[in-house]
Protein backbone atom coordinates (compact mmCIF):
# COMPACT_ATOMS: atom_id res chain seq x y z
CA UNK A 1 0.00 0.00 0.00
CA UNK A 2 0.70 3.60 -0.27
CA UNK A 3 0.81 5.34 3.28
CA UNK A 4 1.10 8.51 4.89
CA UNK A 5 3.08 8.63 8.65
CA UNK A 6 2.53 11.62 10.18
CA UNK A 7 5.26 11.73 13.01
CA UNK A 8 6.67 8.75 11.13
CA UNK A 9 10.40 10.98 12.83
CA UNK A 10 9.31 10.67 16.38
CA UNK A 11 9.74 7.31 18.68
CA UNK A 12 7.27 4.95 17.70
CA UNK A 13 6.63 6.65 14.18
CA UNK A 14 10.26 5.78 12.94
CA UNK A 15 9.88 2.37 14.33
CA UNK A 16 6.01 1.62 12.10
CA UNK A 17 7.91 3.11 9.82
CA UNK A 18 10.62 0.56 9.49
CA UNK A 19 8.79 -1.94 9.52
CA UNK A 20 6.01 -1.07 7.23
CA UNK A 21 8.97 -0.56 4.34
CA UNK A 22 10.60 -3.90 5.44
CA UNK A 23 6.82 -5.27 5.22
CA UNK A 24 6.94 -3.63 0.96
CA UNK A 25 4.83 -0.31 1.57
CA UNK A 26 5.69 2.86 0.33
CA UNK A 27 6.27 5.42 3.11
CA UNK A 28 5.92 9.39 3.25
CA UNK A 29 6.71 10.68 6.16
CA UNK A 30 4.77 14.31 7.43
CA UNK A 31 6.98 15.28 10.36
CA UNK A 32 7.55 19.47 11.86
CA UNK A 33 10.59 17.77 13.62
CA UNK A 34 9.59 19.74 16.66
CA UNK A 35 9.85 16.31 18.22
CA UNK A 36 11.12 13.97 15.52
CA UNK A 37 14.72 13.58 14.76
CA UNK A 38 15.62 13.62 10.78
CA UNK A 39 18.52 10.67 11.69
CA UNK A 40 15.31 8.72 12.55
CA UNK A 41 14.08 9.24 9.02
CA UNK A 42 14.45 5.51 6.76
CA UNK A 43 16.44 6.59 3.94
CA UNK A 44 13.49 4.67 1.91
CA UNK A 45 10.81 6.97 3.20
CA UNK A 46 9.72 9.90 1.04
CA UNK A 47 9.80 12.95 3.68
CA UNK A 48 7.71 16.48 3.79
CA UNK A 49 8.93 18.34 6.92
CA UNK A 50 5.73 20.83 8.00
CA UNK A 51 3.05 21.05 10.28
CA UNK A 52 -0.76 19.27 10.34
CA UNK A 53 -2.03 23.05 10.91
CA UNK A 54 -1.08 24.16 7.38
CA UNK A 55 -3.80 22.99 5.44
CA UNK A 56 -2.58 23.92 2.11
CA UNK A 57 0.50 21.47 2.56
CA UNK A 58 -1.84 18.72 3.79
CA UNK A 59 -3.68 19.38 0.39
CA UNK A 60 -0.52 19.55 -1.54
CA UNK A 61 0.61 16.40 -0.23
CA UNK A 62 -2.37 14.54 -0.36
CA UNK A 63 -3.40 15.94 -3.95
CA UNK A 64 -1.03 14.64 -5.51
CA UNK A 65 -0.03 11.21 -4.02
CA UNK A 66 -2.82 8.50 -4.26
CA UNK A 67 -2.67 7.13 -0.68
CA UNK A 68 -4.39 4.11 0.53
CA UNK A 69 -4.10 5.24 4.41
CA UNK A 70 -3.11 7.37 6.85
CA UNK A 71 -1.31 6.45 10.02
CA UNK A 72 -1.10 9.14 11.79
CA UNK A 73 1.08 9.23 15.39
CA UNK A 74 2.20 13.30 15.24
CA UNK A 75 1.22 14.85 18.68
CA UNK A 76 2.50 15.73 22.00
CA UNK A 77 2.59 12.95 24.80
CA UNK A 78 3.62 14.05 28.16
CA UNK A 79 0.39 13.75 30.42
CA UNK A 80 1.85 16.18 33.21
CA UNK A 81 2.57 18.58 30.70
CA UNK A 82 -0.83 18.61 29.41
CA UNK A 83 -1.88 19.06 32.70
CA UNK A 84 0.08 22.51 33.04
CA UNK A 85 -1.27 23.41 29.41
CA UNK A 86 -4.26 21.67 28.21
CA UNK A 87 -5.13 24.41 25.59
CA UNK A 88 -1.73 23.40 23.89
CA UNK A 89 -2.57 19.28 23.87
CA UNK A 90 -6.19 20.55 22.68
CA UNK A 91 -5.18 22.62 20.06
CA UNK A 92 -2.30 20.27 18.91
CA UNK A 93 -3.91 16.46 19.62
CA UNK A 94 -7.24 16.99 18.87
CA UNK A 95 -7.83 20.07 16.30
CA UNK A 96 -4.83 19.72 14.07
CA UNK A 97 -5.84 15.83 13.66
CA UNK A 98 -9.16 16.82 12.47
CA UNK A 99 -7.62 19.38 10.11
CA UNK A 100 -5.82 16.20 8.56
CA UNK A 101 -9.09 14.01 8.42
CA UNK A 102 -10.57 16.81 6.42
CA UNK A 103 -7.85 16.99 4.24
CA UNK A 104 -7.91 12.94 3.84
CA UNK A 105 -11.90 12.68 2.85
CA UNK A 106 -11.37 15.73 0.86
CA UNK A 107 -8.72 13.24 -1.42
CA UNK A 108 -11.01 10.15 -0.65
CA UNK A 109 -8.35 8.61 1.59
CA UNK A 110 -10.69 6.21 3.62
CA UNK A 111 -8.32 4.08 5.95
CA UNK A 112 -7.22 5.95 9.54
CA UNK A 113 -5.16 3.96 12.02
CA UNK A 114 -4.58 6.48 15.15
CA UNK A 115 -2.28 6.12 17.17
CA UNK A 116 -4.45 6.92 21.11
CA UNK A 117 -3.48 5.61 24.14
CA UNK A 118 -4.62 3.82 27.58
CA UNK A 119 -4.88 7.60 29.01
CA UNK A 120 -8.29 7.64 27.47
CA UNK A 121 -9.96 4.97 30.29
CA UNK A 122 -8.49 7.01 33.33
CA UNK A 123 -8.65 5.50 36.74
CA UNK A 124 -8.91 1.70 36.09
CA UNK A 125 -12.67 0.24 37.30
CA UNK A 126 -11.26 -3.10 36.42
CA UNK A 127 -8.45 -4.78 35.50
CA UNK A 128 -6.78 -6.00 32.81
CA UNK A 129 -8.08 -3.08 30.88
CA UNK A 130 -10.00 -4.21 27.66
CA UNK A 131 -11.89 -2.74 25.07
CA UNK A 132 -15.07 -2.67 26.56
CA UNK A 133 -14.07 -0.57 29.91
CA UNK A 134 -15.14 3.15 30.65
CA UNK A 135 -13.70 6.06 29.06
CA UNK A 136 -12.95 8.55 31.79
CA UNK A 137 -9.73 10.22 31.09
CA UNK A 138 -7.65 12.23 34.32
CA UNK A 139 -5.41 13.74 31.84
CA UNK A 140 -5.79 16.49 29.10
CA UNK A 141 -3.40 14.36 27.32
CA UNK A 142 -6.02 11.27 27.59
CA UNK A 143 -8.91 14.01 27.05
CA UNK A 144 -7.47 15.00 23.81
CA UNK A 145 -6.90 11.46 22.36
CA UNK A 146 -10.19 10.44 23.29
CA UNK A 147 -11.44 13.26 21.65
CA UNK A 148 -9.97 12.32 18.68
CA UNK A 149 -11.62 8.96 18.80
CA UNK A 150 -15.17 10.26 19.20
CA UNK A 151 -14.94 12.25 16.41
CA UNK A 152 -13.67 9.46 14.53
CA UNK A 153 -16.87 7.46 15.46
CA UNK A 154 -18.61 10.34 13.74
CA UNK A 155 -16.56 10.00 10.40
CA UNK A 156 -16.86 6.50 10.20
CA UNK A 157 -20.70 6.08 10.47
CA UNK A 158 -21.57 9.20 8.32
CA UNK A 159 -18.08 9.41 5.58
CA UNK A 160 -17.34 5.62 6.03
CA UNK A 161 -13.93 6.05 6.98
CA UNK A 162 -11.93 3.03 7.68
CA UNK A 163 -10.92 3.43 11.31
CA UNK A 164 -8.26 1.44 13.59
CA UNK A 165 -7.60 2.59 17.22
CA UNK A 166 -4.68 1.68 19.11
CA UNK A 167 -3.92 2.26 22.42
CA UNK A 168 -1.25 1.24 23.73
CA UNK A 169 0.36 1.64 27.24
CA UNK A 170 3.34 2.22 28.00
CA UNK A 171 5.64 1.68 25.11
CA UNK A 172 9.06 1.32 25.55
CA UNK A 173 12.63 -0.46 24.55
CA UNK A 174 14.17 0.38 21.00
CA UNK A 175 15.65 -1.30 17.98
CA UNK A 176 19.52 -1.83 17.09
CA UNK A 177 18.61 1.43 14.58
CA UNK A 178 16.09 3.25 16.30
CA UNK A 179 15.87 4.76 20.02
CA UNK A 180 13.61 7.16 22.21
CA UNK A 181 15.39 10.11 22.51
CA UNK A 182 12.96 12.84 23.53
CA UNK A 183 13.74 16.67 24.73
CA UNK A 184 13.05 16.78 27.50
CA UNK A 185 12.83 13.12 28.58
CA UNK A 186 10.05 12.08 31.25
CA UNK A 187 9.63 8.20 30.17
CA UNK A 188 10.70 6.22 33.40
CA UNK A 189 13.03 3.88 31.20
CA UNK A 190 15.60 6.20 29.67
CA UNK A 191 15.23 8.41 32.64
CA UNK A 192 16.58 5.25 34.78
CA UNK A 193 19.10 4.91 32.18
CA UNK A 194 20.78 7.79 31.85
CA UNK A 195 20.92 7.93 35.85
CA UNK A 196 23.06 4.56 35.00
CA UNK A 197 25.30 6.56 32.78
CA UNK A 198 25.90 9.34 35.07
CA UNK A 199 23.83 12.00 32.93
CA UNK A 200 21.62 12.31 36.29
CA UNK A 201 22.18 12.38 39.98
CA UNK A 202 18.78 10.61 40.62
CA UNK A 203 15.44 9.37 39.35
CA UNK A 204 12.85 10.47 40.53
CA UNK A 205 10.16 8.41 42.15
CA UNK A 206 6.54 10.71 41.56
CA UNK A 207 4.55 9.01 44.44
CA UNK A 208 4.91 6.06 46.79
CA UNK A 209 1.82 5.91 48.13
CA UNK A 210 -0.26 4.13 45.45
CA UNK A 211 -2.51 1.43 46.77
CA UNK A 212 -0.37 -1.24 44.59
CA UNK A 213 1.90 -3.37 46.37
CA UNK A 214 5.26 -1.47 46.99
CA UNK A 215 3.65 1.73 46.75
CA UNK A 216 4.47 2.90 43.18
CA UNK A 217 2.80 3.35 40.01
CA UNK A 218 2.08 0.23 38.02
CA UNK A 219 2.48 -0.12 34.59
CA UNK A 220 2.55 -2.37 31.21
CA UNK A 221 5.63 -2.05 29.63
CA UNK A 222 5.50 -2.85 25.44
CA UNK A 223 7.78 -3.36 23.73
CA UNK A 224 7.97 -0.59 20.47
CA UNK A 225 8.55 -3.00 17.93
CA UNK A 226 5.46 -4.97 19.27
CA UNK A 227 3.64 -1.77 19.13
CA UNK A 228 4.77 -1.22 15.73
CA UNK A 229 3.85 -4.27 14.37
CA UNK A 230 0.27 -4.19 15.57
CA UNK A 231 0.20 -0.99 12.69
CA UNK A 232 1.43 -3.06 9.93
CA UNK A 233 -1.05 -6.25 11.23
CA UNK A 234 -3.93 -3.64 11.26
CA UNK A 235 -3.16 -1.46 8.00
CA UNK A 236 -3.23 -4.79 6.12
CA UNK A 237 -6.79 -6.05 7.42
CA UNK A 238 -8.31 -2.42 7.65
CA UNK A 239 -10.78 -1.57 5.20
CA UNK A 240 -13.29 1.38 4.29
CA UNK A 241 -16.21 1.76 6.47
CA UNK A 242 -15.01 -0.69 9.31
CA UNK A 243 -14.59 0.08 12.92
CA UNK A 244 -11.95 -1.68 14.98
CA UNK A 245 -10.23 -0.43 18.33
CA UNK A 246 -7.79 -2.78 20.28
CA UNK A 247 -5.55 -2.08 23.52
CA UNK A 248 -1.89 -2.89 23.11
CA UNK A 249 0.03 -3.93 26.05
CA UNK A 250 1.65 -7.35 27.58
CA UNK A 251 -1.28 -7.89 30.03
CA UNK A 252 1.97 -7.83 32.81
CA UNK A 253 2.54 -4.71 35.18
CA UNK A 254 5.18 -3.66 36.74
CA UNK A 255 5.81 -0.83 39.44
CA UNK A 256 8.45 1.64 39.06
CA UNK A 257 10.49 0.08 42.00
CA UNK A 258 10.40 -3.09 39.76
CA UNK A 259 11.18 -1.61 36.47
CA UNK A 260 14.40 0.17 38.54
CA UNK A 261 15.37 -2.92 39.97
CA UNK A 262 15.29 -4.60 36.32
CA UNK A 263 17.64 -1.68 35.08
CA UNK A 264 20.07 -2.25 38.28
CA UNK A 265 20.10 -5.88 36.67
CA UNK A 266 20.83 -5.20 33.52
CA UNK A 267 23.25 -2.93 33.36
CA UNK A 268 24.79 -3.67 36.69
CA UNK A 269 25.14 0.00 38.09
CA UNK A 270 23.89 2.12 40.88
CA UNK A 271 20.78 4.38 40.18
CA UNK A 272 20.11 6.51 43.04
CA UNK A 273 16.47 7.71 43.49
CA UNK A 274 14.51 10.23 45.50
CA UNK A 275 10.55 10.18 46.33
CA UNK A 276 8.43 12.69 45.08
CA UNK A 277 5.09 14.03 45.65
CA UNK A 278 2.47 12.30 43.12
CA UNK A 279 1.77 13.95 39.58
CA UNK A 280 -1.20 14.82 38.83
CA UNK A 281 -3.72 12.68 36.32
CA UNK A 282 -1.61 9.41 37.21
CA UNK A 283 -3.64 6.04 37.88
CA UNK A 284 -1.88 3.51 40.32
CA UNK A 285 -2.65 0.71 37.93
CA UNK A 286 -2.59 0.22 33.92
CA UNK A 287 -2.60 -3.08 32.91
CA UNK A 288 -3.53 -4.14 29.33
CA UNK A 289 -6.03 -7.18 27.98
CA UNK A 290 -4.54 -7.44 24.48
CA UNK A 291 -7.24 -10.59 23.88
CA UNK A 292 -9.06 -8.79 21.44
CA UNK A 293 -6.46 -7.79 19.15
CA UNK A 294 -4.48 -11.31 19.50
CA UNK A 295 -7.44 -13.75 18.42
CA UNK A 296 -8.80 -11.12 15.43
CA UNK A 297 -4.94 -10.42 14.10
CA UNK A 298 -3.02 -12.56 15.92
CA UNK A 299 -1.02 -10.20 17.54
CA UNK A 300 1.51 -11.83 20.08
CA UNK A 301 4.31 -9.74 21.45
CA UNK A 302 7.68 -11.30 20.40
CA UNK A 303 9.45 -8.93 23.28
CA UNK A 304 7.47 -9.27 26.36
CA UNK A 305 9.94 -9.50 29.28
CA UNK A 306 10.72 -6.33 31.16
CA UNK A 307 14.99 -6.83 30.98
CA UNK A 308 14.46 -7.83 27.69
CA UNK A 309 13.08 -4.32 27.05
CA UNK A 310 15.46 -2.58 29.43
CA UNK A 311 18.36 -4.63 27.78
CA UNK A 312 17.63 -2.95 24.27
CA UNK A 313 17.33 0.36 25.66
CA UNK A 314 20.45 0.10 27.37
CA UNK A 315 22.12 -1.20 24.24
CA UNK A 316 20.33 1.57 21.90
CA UNK A 317 22.30 3.99 24.69
CA UNK A 318 25.28 2.24 24.91
CA UNK A 319 25.56 3.19 20.97
CA UNK A 320 23.84 6.60 21.05
CA UNK A 321 25.40 7.89 24.22
CA UNK A 322 23.85 11.47 23.32
CA UNK A 323 20.97 9.85 21.47
CA UNK A 324 20.73 10.50 17.70
CA UNK A 325 22.95 13.79 18.12
CA UNK A 326 25.53 11.47 18.86
CA UNK A 327 28.59 12.27 16.13
CA UNK A 328 29.94 9.62 13.84
CA UNK A 329 27.24 6.93 14.56
CA UNK A 330 24.14 6.69 12.05
CA UNK A 331 21.70 3.71 11.93
CA UNK A 332 22.64 1.02 10.13
CA UNK A 333 19.45 0.46 7.53
Not at 18 to 46: F, N, W, Y
Not at 145 to 174: M, P, T
Not at 323 to 330: D, E, H, K, L
Request: hydrophobic share 40%; aromatic share 10%; with cysteine.
Amino acid sequence: MRVLVTGGAGYIGSHTVKLLIEAGHQVTVLDSLEKGHRRALHPMAEFQQGDLGDQPLLDHILGTTSFDAVLHFAAYIEAGESMQRPERFLANNTARAYLLLEAMLAHNVKRFIFSSTAAVFGDPEYTPIDELHPQKPTSTYGYAKLQVEQGLGWLHRLRGLGVCCLRYFNASGCSPELGEDHCPETHLIPLILQVAAGERDHLSVYGTDYPTPDGTCVRDYIHVLDLARAHVLALEVLEPGQWRAYNLGNGQGYSVREVIEAARRVTGRAVQVQEAPRRPGDPAFLVASSRKIREELGWVPAYPGLETIVQSAWDWKRRFPQGYATVGVSPRW
